[in-house]
């Protein structure tokens, strides 16, 4: 038998840590201690999902969630999820501004150009604003050549900067998808966080060759996104599952005296739907009514988490 | 290939022109039952296969043949009229021939007819300007023939339409398509030539996405419409919305989920600022009082 080729079992990267050079293995219980504005256990962030989809985006190398999963022309994925950006997007903003609380948007930059009104409306709401590409369907990824990637990075930071100036400086790749290119090219941009990696509830150094970005939490696990579309669970699931990490996060800053990050990834066009906006309303009045929660955007947590982090 | 439908304009869900339907209603309510018939033995179709299994897909005919033959007689007669709700019916027009006595159960329930094509088995996918057109005007005169009605509204099969399928709509006199699922009011649609609007149908009070896709049982199908409707009846106050509730009697019709639908209906006719409306209604009424509004709020840039 000739078997596989005998390099199959050469582990060039088998050695103590990552099996690369973007960032150093950090335990949980390793990361530094942090302490949040009035000594809060939990900053909680509302980060969403902002995408536009066009509908003739490319069905390869796989379809974002959310993407036309039917024959073209799909007017009904394309008109669902626009339906976010005309209706869901502002249910959540009149929930979120009636309650006080901030949100970052991680947003298609194609959208900056395509809605003005709505870019007046989340500037008015005091959203932050991140980068998320330029669209769902300029997906970044290893067959993406890296002048065009480049380009696709400067482009999209380019539209959301002309419109709500340099204090942009979050960037997330739409789908959770990059290469291996992709953070070179977002810190080069200017971008100091990047949001995306799913696998951490603290934030954490990552270093390219154009300079450092912090990366932030964004769970996929714990998201509409894939609880709703994806698995087809009720809202309440994913409510009740959004109340339980909160639960177990404060009792670790109780527990440990590091206040912890939970950031709660929803999307216009599943959440801001009428039969589910309540649902949401009700579960941003139960985190909140736990107390000690400081309600910020991902580039303020950030910003505290730097502070206190300065190595 | 177009990145977008092109048909309608951006308007953000605040700052529009208040919508007032009649009697201070805040809702326009309406039901669309999706009436259909897919063929035993249909052509094939370059973009999407009528069956998933090979023909005679036994279990998926006899599944929607069902709707016919028993979904249809429990839900329509026994408990919409009981709640005293008429249907709009997503109709696919052969059934005028092959089930005449449900279009006169229908007719005598005062129900509106508009098209749902042909057959839910022939979609508009690579049909030219002609087929298309053909079909349209087809389906127009069976209704007519079959009812007495004219042609208003139309709901392509399984949203199998091409990119120009609303003009055609528009030419060809439809006055409100379903087509697209961007809204929770009506709203203008822009065509080549010709009047059209769109009023909401929806995808997420519906059966077969909840039912099927969703997997979603009964009492939590019937909490979910519950939702739906409490959230536009309360932003109805501001501007009037509408809620649309499709239905498959082969689906609702069930034995085991009529109950739901007989929940849902007993709850929303319990409100008082509800309009009970068909399709037609709702786009008649938009048309004549709020569509100009719209346009010239939408020209001056949503201001």
């Known amino acids: ?311 | 290939m177009l990145s977008e439908p092109g048909h309608y304009d951006y308007m953000p869900w605040r700052r529009r022109p208040r919508i007032t339907w009649p009697n201070g209603a805040r809702i326009a309510f309406w039901v669309a039952p999706n009436i259909e018939h897919y063929e035993l033995d249909p052509p094939p179709n370059a973009r999407r296969m009528p069956w998933t299994r090979p023909q005679p897909d036994v279990l998926g005919y006899s599944w929607r043949d069902y709707g016919n033959r028993v979904g249809f007689w429990r839900m329509a007669p026994d408990v919409m009229a009981r709640h005293g709700v008429r249907g709009s019916v997503s109709l696919n027009v052969a059934v005028c021939d092959h089930y005449p006595e449900i279009i006169e159960r229908c007719c005598e329930l005062d129900w509106e007819l508009f098209s749902h094509g042909t057959y839910n088995t022939r979609y508009f996918y690579g049909m030219n300007e002609d087929q298309q057109r053909a079909v349209i005007r087809e389906n127009r005169e069976t209704i007519k023939r079959a009812s007495g009605q004219e042609l208003d509204g139309w709901l392509t099969p399984a949203i199998s339409n091409d990119e120009t399928t609303q003009h055609l709509l528009a030419e060809e006199g439809i006055k409100y398509t379903l087509d697209m699922l961007h809204d929770d009011q009506p709203t203008p649609i822009k065509v080549r030539s010709g009047h059209l609007i769109s009023i909401p149908y929806s995808l997420e009070i519906n059966d077969v996405p909840l039912l099927i896709m969703r997997n979603t049982p009964p009492e939590r199908f019937a909490a979910i419409c519950k939702a739906q409707f409490d959230q536009l009846y309360e932003e109805g106050a501001e501007s009037g919305t509408v809620m649309c509730m499709p239905l498959h009697p082969f689906l609702i019709g069930q034995p085991h989920r009529v109950s739901a639908l007989d929940d849902v209906l007993r709850y929303v006719v319990g409100h008082d600022k509800v309009w009970l409306a068909t399709g037609r209604e709702i786009a008649a009424w938009y048309t004549e009082h709020h569509l100009a509004e719209a346009q010239s709020w939408i020209a001056a840039g949503t201001p």
Request: proline share 8%; hydrophobic share 40%.
């Open chain 1, 1 to 311: 038998m000739k078997g596989l080729p005998e390099d199959y079992l050469y582990y060039p990267a088998r050695r103590r840590g990552m099996d690369h050079e973007i960032y150093p293995f950090r335990a949980l219980p390793k990361a530094q201690p942090v302490t949040w504005p009035n000594g809060a256990r939990i900053a909680l962030c509302i980060a969403v999902h902002m995408g536009h989809f066009p509908m003739d985006m490319p069905l390869k190398p796989f379809i974002a969630p959310g993407g036309m999963e039917r024959p073209y022309p799909s007017y009904w994925d394309y008109t669902l999820r626009d339906y976010g950006s005309r209706i869901g997007v502002y249910r959540l903003m009149n929930s979120l501004t009636v309650r006080g609380m901030p949100a970052t948007a991680l947003l298609s930059a194609i959208l900056a150009r395509r809605y003005p009104a709505l870019m007046d409306d989340l500037a008015e709401a005091r959203w932050e604003i991140a980068c998320a590409g330029l669209d769902m369907g300029r997906l970044h990824h290893s067959g993406v050549p890296l002048d065009q990637e480049r380009a696709t990075v400067q482009e999209a930071a380019a539209l959301v900067r002309a419109r709500f100036g340099t204090s942009v400086r979050g960037w997330h790749s739409p789908a959770h998808s990059e290469s291996s290119d992709t953070l070179r090219l977002v810190a080069e941009a200017g971008f100091s966080f990047t949001t995306g990696w799913a696998n951490d509830d603290v934030p954490y150094v990552m270093v390219t060759d154009a300079g450092r970005l912090i990366c932030m939490p964004l769970s996929q696990d714990l998201s509409d996104q894939r609880m709703l579309h994806q698995q087809h669970l009720p809202t309440e699931d994913f409510t009740k599952a959004i109340l339980t990490a909160h639960q177990t996060l404060d009792r670790e800053a109780e527990a440990t005296g590091s206040g912890r990050i939970l950031v709660v990834p929803i999307t216009p066009w599943l959440m801001g739907v009428p039969h589910r906006i309540r649902a949401f309303n009700a579960m941003l009045d139960s985190m909140m009514a736990r107390g000690s929660v400081w309600p910020a955007t991902m580039g303020q947590i950030a910003d505290h988490w730097r502070a206190q982090n300065p190595n």
